[in-house]
C-alpha cells in the first residue's frame, strides 16, 4: 500500500542554519504531496503542498518539489528560526486509488533550533 | 485556509465517565472528517473516517461502541468516548476535507483528554 518515509528526529541545529528533512514515498498514481507542521500542544497546520510532478510548494521560507523520479518531496529551508522548532510531518494523498481518502502520513521529525 | 474548530481543546474527567469532542468547519462544508489519536512524541493514528449522513469507517483495532463518531451535518462532527478509563488519556486531533481529488485536510487544535 502506500506509505511516507521522512528522517526520524530530533533533529537539532542553531539557529540560521540550513535544514533538510528527507521524505520519500511509495504510491502508484498521481498522489499529491503534503508537509504539516505541528508546534507543542497543538493541532497539525498545512506549511506546503504540491500536487503534481516538478511543483514546488513554498510558505514561510520553507520548500520542497514534487520529485517523482526519486519519489521524494525533501523539505528545505535556508535559515532556520527558534519559532520553527515543531514536529514536521510529510504526508500524501491518493484519492483516485483511496476510495475512503485518507491522508497517509509519516512518523514526524521533531525539529529543535537552538539560539 | 480553511479553519477548522476543535472543543474542548482539553477536558478532564473521572473514570468511567463519557465525554464529548466536537469537531466544526467553519467557513467550508466538510464532506469528509477524520478523527485521529496522537500519543506522546508520536505521529497521528487515524482512528475512524465518517461522511456526512452515514456510518463512521473504524480503523482495525478501534473500538466503535467505546468511540462514538457522528457526522450529522457538513460542519459538524463529534467523537464521543464512552466509560473513559485512564488509557484512553491522550491528544484526540480531528481533520475535515471537501471531498475532490486529492485536496488537503484541515486541522483542530486537538483535544488532551485525561482521565483521572
Known amino acids: 500500500g502506500d506509505s511516507v518515509t521522512q528522517m526520524e528526529g530530533p533533529v537539532t541545529l542553531s539557529e540560521e542554519a540550513f535544514l533538510t528533512i528527507n521524505c520519500t514515498y511509495t504510491a502508484t498514481g498521481y498522489p499529491s504531496l503534503f508537509w504539516y507542521v505541528q508546534y507543542p500542544g497543538e493541532g497539525l497546520q498545512l506549511l506546503l503542498k504540491a500536487t503534481k510532478a516538478d511543483d514546488k510548494g513554498s510558505n514561510k521560507g520553507f520548500e520542497a518539489t514534487y520529485r517523482k523520479e526519486t519519489t521524494s518531496f525533501h523539505l528545505e529551508k535556508g535559515s532556520v528560526q527558534v519559532s520553527d522548532s515543531a514536529v514536521y510531518f510529510c504526508?500524501?494523498?491518493?484519492?483516485?486509488?483511496?476510495?475512503?481518502?485518507?491522508?497517509?502520513f509519516g512518523k514526524g521529525t521533531r525539529l529543535h533550533i537552538l539560539p | 485556509g480553511a479553519v477548522v474548530s476543535q472543543h474542548p481543546s482539553w477536558v478532564i474527567c473521572k473514570s468511567g465517565t463519557s465525554v464529548k469532542i466536537e469537531c466544526r468547519s467553519l467557513d467550508f462544508q466538510a464532506t469528509t472528517m477524520f478523527w485521529y489519536r496522537q500519543f506522546p512524541k508520536q505521529s497521528l493514528m487515524l482512528m475512524a473516517t465518517s461522511n456526512e449522513g452515514s456510518k463512521a469507517t473504524y480503523e482495525q483495532g478501534v473500538e466503535k461502541d467505546k468511540f462514538l463518531i457522528n457526522h450529522a451535518s457538513l460542519t459538524l462532527s463529534t467523537l464521543t468516548v464512552t466509560s473513559a478509563h485512564p488509557e484512553d488519556s491522550s491528544f484526540y486531533i480531528c481533520?475535515?476535507?471537501?471531498?475532490?481529488?486529492?485536496?488537503?485536510?484541515?486541522f483542530g487544535q486537538g483535544t488532551r483528554l485525561t482521565v483521572v
Open positions: 481533520s475535515a476535507r471537501v471531498q475532490t481529488v486529492n485536496t488537503e485536510a484541515f
Open positions: 504526508a500524501l494523498t491518493n484519492t483516485l486509488k483511496n476510495r475512503d481518502d485518507k491522508i497517509i
